[in-house]
Every structure is written in structure tokens, then in C-alpha cells.
């Protein structure tokens, strides 16, 4: 204490003598402009530390200043108005903001995140907090150690210096290890939200048709595989980044180096900078394939948005197929795909980053450290040549420099790291709220829309002639849309009872149709294009809802539907027959691979299977077969399945007509009700009833009498062309009658 005291007074007086001899040197001076600015230095000298916190003082309030007006404009802009579209109505309102609706939102998602307090994901943010904490303490050791080396430092004691270092490096291996565990922990809570929130919204978009409703009869969403694959993710990232705001601080480069050229010299600084570069190699060398790691997740990432591409492009054959759950299966195959390789690079992650800490944040805090040192101690060494010797004192002028070297140092490093720190993180952290805010509402509304179409409420823009009607009041057909009739199961039988035929966006195509089929009375369909046949076929389908009147008919798994362009999934030759089921209710139904050989006989396409590698050989099959393949492939499925009805929509367009004889042949030996679109006349002579659109709202629904229908067409066109010879013969005539006159 005494030393200390001693050591003060020593360096006041010689500073007292600095000064007395400068002011009085500024007295003798003769030019008045010369003592002005000497009496500015003399001011300067005797109040340093004075204008110094002045200007830090300035600096910080600037600071401060600069935060305020940044916040003042986020908040400007983030409440600017926006325009949106609200149960189809142009509606002003709001972006996302800090309000109720955002906590709202947030307690949803959170409760499907993290599913229970005693769930993984809980258990994993008490482990993040607790690692917080434990950070927070050993900042504060260090602080603490810190100070121990700068003391040791000034009070000249080399062996403190060397234990203290010595700590230093110690604290580095639990400090660098819980800074690479709460990286990691952060990283697998982001994939246990995507992956929570990724399975709930699959439940609710692979059920009930939601997949193809979201698409074909509901406006509000246009690029739901985007909020599913990508807005999700980010909400998922930004929840689990806001929890550990606490960002680990970083070191101000611009600041370090500066304040080492400065205090150091450049020849410490060129020496730290070879430690740099060194150290900074060895991070290169024990770094992970990052480029090839981030390479196979993109290609991973995209193989699960196409597979919900795929989803959307076929959504109406996988609907009427009910292929839900098969597909089901395969986007989550293809996730989990990719969430094992994500973890695999959060595993390799973990040590590089404990080694990038220790080596970037301590091995070169330790040696700019030693750098420090080296002046300190390099007087005290024998031989050393002494650089001040004056009136005031060896002792003093080393204690004066060493403290002013020590103080500037740690004072301005510790300070602008400290500001820099406070103020990245009340920026980042503001701003990843607001980003939060604005998933959230993304991804809630696309709950919300899920949930309404899942029990039948949509929202369809209205266009033409359907639009017109919607203004009309007193229009009996301008709420049909939102109107519902009844759907009955019955045991066999097919009925439509005064059901309308209306498009999603509220064209009446047929006002009321009425017309019954039972089994064994195969029903052909036709009429122009755009009557209603496919939208008939929708409603039985179950994809477009009854507007009213009543539908009978038979359970969807009795009913099977065969495109003109057959959906083929992703999987093996084997699962192309048998689409929806799969290998398992393949083996329950009792069927091989013999059977599902002999179908393909049938159809005759039994070469296939071995032409394509054998049924489980995998390929793009949407090119690797032809339009006739895909056809006959989508008639052995028929047959795989045995429904009571089956719904042929020009399906057999692209095969022969001795095939398609084959195929209708079987189908009908089989007990198979055939409910078929075609201007094909080689077909009448397969339905007993027929179902004929006039193109102007009406139809009729008749018996079919192939032969005398064929008798009566071919004897229509033969009038046709004989009405059209008389046409041609009467210009002649007229013609020769003009030759004549002018004779």
C-alpha cells in the first residue's frame, strides 16, 4: 500500500515539474499565437483524462443517438399499411407488429413446437439455460482474471503475469466447450421445431383432400409447398435464435488492430499477425468439407420441395386415388433424408467450433497478452538499456509508461468491445423479433387456412358471368358455392338426386342432375367440351363439394378412377401396380408377384418387367414409359384393386383398339361398373345407359342401344355427305348456267 502510495506522489511530482518547466517556457515566448497554443497543449496535459471521458461521453451519446433514430424508422416502417386479401375481399390492415395477435400467434406455435414440459424439446431449453448461466459465470471469472494480469503487469510481478496466463488457458477449454454446446443446442432445438411444426402441418395437409382443396378450391394460398418447406424452416431458426439472444461477443478487428499498432508497436503487431495466419491454417486444415456438406443439403432440400411439387402438379389423381398416405410416406422419407444429414454436420460443427473458439477468442487473446509483456518486462531483463533517465526518476518514468501503456490498452479494448457488443446485439435482437413476428403470421395463417378448408369453408375468387351473379342479391345462383346438399353412402348403387353441377369459382354448368346407376349398368358419358363431364366425376369423387341436393354412393375405396394420364409415384415397378397400397397391404391382401405378372398379362405388358430390371427396379417411370405403357399400367391397377365402379376418363386414347377391347372385356368379367368418358364409338358397345351433355346446362339420360346408335350415326353422316354433295352440285349447276350465258 505504502509502495503504491510512494509510487503515486512520485509520478504526480515529476508530472508537477513537467508542467512548471513547459508554462514557464511559454511565458518567455514571444509570438502571442504560439503561447495561445501552448497554453491549449498545458490544458490538454493537465486535463487528459477529463477530455477524454468528455469525448467518450460524446461518442457514447452519438452512439445512442444513431440507435434511436434506426428504431424510430424499423417502427415506422414495420407499422406501415399493407393490403392483403381477406375471405376474398381487399382489406387494409396492418404488417406484423409486437400486438396481441403476435402473442396469440406464438402460443400456437410454441404448444405444437415444444408438445409438453416434460417433452425432448423442454428438456433441451432447460440444458440451453442452464449452459447459459454457466457462460454467464465464467465471463465473469475472466473479467475477474483479467483484471489479475493487467495488475500483474503494472506492479511489474512476472510470476503472477505467468499464473495468470496459465489460468487463462485453463478457462479456455470450459469456456470454448459450452460456447460449441450452446451452438449445437440452439442448431437441434431450430430442427426440433421444423420438425414438430413440419409433422403437424403434414397431418393436416395429407387428410381430407386438404392438398388438392388448398390448390383447386381455395384462393388464399398460392405456394403452399413454400410456407411448408421454407417458411417454416425460418420460423423455426428465428424461435430458436430470439431464445439465445445472448450472442457470444465479438472481437472489434479494425478496434484490436489499431490499438496493438498503437500501443505496441508494429513489430508486435507483425508478430501476432504471423500467430494469426498461422493458426488460422491449422482452423483450415481441421475444418470439415463445408462446400460439400452445404452442397449435398441443397441438393436434399430440393429433393424434398419437389417432392411436394410433384404433390401439387398430381394432386387431383392422388386424390382420387386417396394416395395420401402412400405419399405421405414419401415426403417423409425424403425429410428424414435430410434432417439426418443436417445433424450430421451440427455433429461436425461441434468440435470445429470448440477449436475455432479457443484458438480465434483465447490462444490469440493470450498471445496479444504476451505482446504486452514483452516492453514491460524487456527493461527489467539484465543488459537492458534504460530509455529513461531524467530528473524525475528511472523508477517513475518506467511506472508512468507501463501504467499509461496497460491503462490505454485494456480501457479502450475493454470499452469499444463492450459498446460494440450492447449495441449488434439490441439491433439483431429487435430485428429478429420483428422477422419472427412476420413467420409467425405466415405460418399461423397457413394453419388457419388448413383447418378452415379441412372442414369445408373456402374462399374462391369469382371471374366472368359467375362474378356478375355475385352482385345480384335477388340471383338464386349467386350463393351457390356456399351452399351444401347431402351425401349419402350407400351399399352399391350410384345417385344423383337434383345435384348441381358448379364449378369451385361458381359456374352453374347443369342446374340439376338426376340419373341413377346400379351395378352391372355401365354408364357412358359424353357432350362437348367444358358440359360438366369432369366435374361431374370431381363431385363423386369427393373433391368438389355437394351444392346441393344429394349424392348416393358407394364407400371412395369402392371407387377407383383411371385418368387419360395416368400418376405414376415414386418407387419401384411393383409399386406402380399396386398404387396406393404399398408392399405391406400388398402382403395382407395375399397377392405376389406371380399375380400381379399374370395381370400384366392381360394387358399384355408382362414383357416389362423384365425389360425395366424386374419389380424392383426404380426409375423415373413418367419417362421411362410411353403414353399406351402408362395407360395399360394404370388398367392393371384396376384390375389389382377390383372396385365396384370404376371411372374411365378417356383412358384408353393412347392404346389399340384390341387392346382397349381386352381391357373393357375383363373389366366387365370382373364385376367392374364402368362409368366412361370417350367419343370413342368402338366403346358404346360396353354401357347399357348413356349420359349425354348438350354443352347448355341440360342433358339426357337414356339407355344406350350400341348397335342401333352406331346404325343411326353412320346413316346421319351418310345424309351429311349426301346434303353436302347436293350443295356442290347445285354450284356447279350455277356455274355451268354463267358459262352458257355468256355465249
Known sequence: ??????????????????????????????????????????????????????????????????????????????????????????????????????????????????????????????????????RTFLSVVVASLDGEIVSSLVRLKGREFLTGIAKWMAMAVPATLTNSLLNYLQTMLAIRFRQNLTEHVHKMYLANNTYYAVGNLDDRIKNADQLIAVDITKFSNSLADIYSNLAKPTVDAFVYNIQLAKNLGIESLFGIMVIVQMSSGMLRLMAPPFGQLAAQEQRLEGEFYSTHSRLIEHAEEIALYRGHETEKLTITKKYLRLVRHINRICRLNVFYNMSEDFIVKYFWGAAGLSACAIPVFADRMPGAKRTVADAVGSAVAVGSSIGAHTKNFVTNRRLLLSASDAFARLMYSYKEIVELAGYAERVTGLLTVFSEVSSGQYVKARVGESAEKSQNPDDTEANIVNQRGETVESVDDVEFIDVPIVSPNGDVLVRKLNFHVKPGRHLLIVGPNGCGKSSMFRILGGL?????????????????????????????????????????????????????????????????????????????????????????????????????????????????????????????????????????????????????????????????DPERRIALMEEKQQIEQELAAIGDMEARLQEMEAEAASY
Not at 512520485?10 to 499565437?33: E, F, M, P, W
Not at 372396385?643 to 392404346?655: F, G, H, K, L, N
Open 1 to 134: 500500500m505504502a509502495a503504491a502510495v510512494n509510487h503515486d506522489l512520485l509520478v504526480g511530482a515529476a508530472t508537477d515539474k513537467i508542467h512548471s518547466a513547459l508554462y514557464k517556457h511559454v511565458l518567455n515566448l514571444k509570438h502571442k499565437q504560439l503561447a495561445t497554443l501552448a497554453k491549449l497543449v498545458v490544458f490538454y496535459a493537465k486535463h487528459q483524462k477529463t477530455v477524454k471521458r468528455s469525448i467518450v461521453a460524446l461518442i457514447f451519446l452519438g452512439i445512442i443517438e444513431r440507435i434511436h433514430k434506426v428504431v424510430r424508422l424499423m417502427t415506422a416502417e414495420r407499422k406501415s399499411v399493407a393490403t392483403v386479401s381477406d375471405n376474398g375481399k381487399g382489406r387494409t390492415r396492418r404488417g406484423a407488429q409486437l400486438d396481441k395477435q403476435f402473442f396469440d400467434n406464438m402460443k400456437q406455435l410454441i404448444g405444437i413446437a415444444i408438445p409438453g414440459l416434460f417433452s425432448k424439446e423442454a428438456g433441451m431449453l432447460v440444458t440451453h439455460t442452464v449452459l447459459l448461466v454457466f
Open 544 to 704: 368438389w363439394p355437394v351444392y346441393g341436393g344429394t349424392l348416393r354412393k358407394p364407400s371412395m375405396s369402392q371407387i377407383f378412377y383411371i385418368p387419360q394420364r395416368p400418376y405414376l409415384p415414386i418407387g419401384t415397378l411393383r409399386d406402380q401396380v399396386i398404387y396406393p397400397d404399398c408392399a405391406a397391404d400388398m402382403a395382407a391382401k395375399s397377392t405376389t408377384d406371380a399375380d400381379l405378372l399374370a395381370i400384366l398379362k392381360i394387358v399384355q405388358l408382362n414383357h416389362i418387367v423384365e425389360r425395366e430390371g424386374g419389380w424392383d427396379s426404380v426409375k423415373a417411370w413418367r419417362d421411362a414409359l410411353s403414353g399406351g405403357d402408362k395407360q395399360r399400367i394404370a388398367m392393371a391397377r384396376l384390375f389389382y384393386h377390383r372396385p365396384r365402379y370404376a371411372i374411365m376418363d378417356e383412358c384408353t386414347s393412347a392404346v389399340s383398339m384390341d387392346i382397349e377391347k381386352i381391357m373393357y372385356t375383363h373389366a366387365t368379367s370382373l364385376g367392374i361398373t364402368l362409368l366412361t368418358v370417350s367419343h370413342r364409338q368402338s366403346l358404346w358397345m360396353y354401357h347399357n345407359y348413356i349420359l349425354q351433355y348438350d354443352g347448355q346446362g341440360g342433358y339426357l339420360f337414356s339407355k344406350l
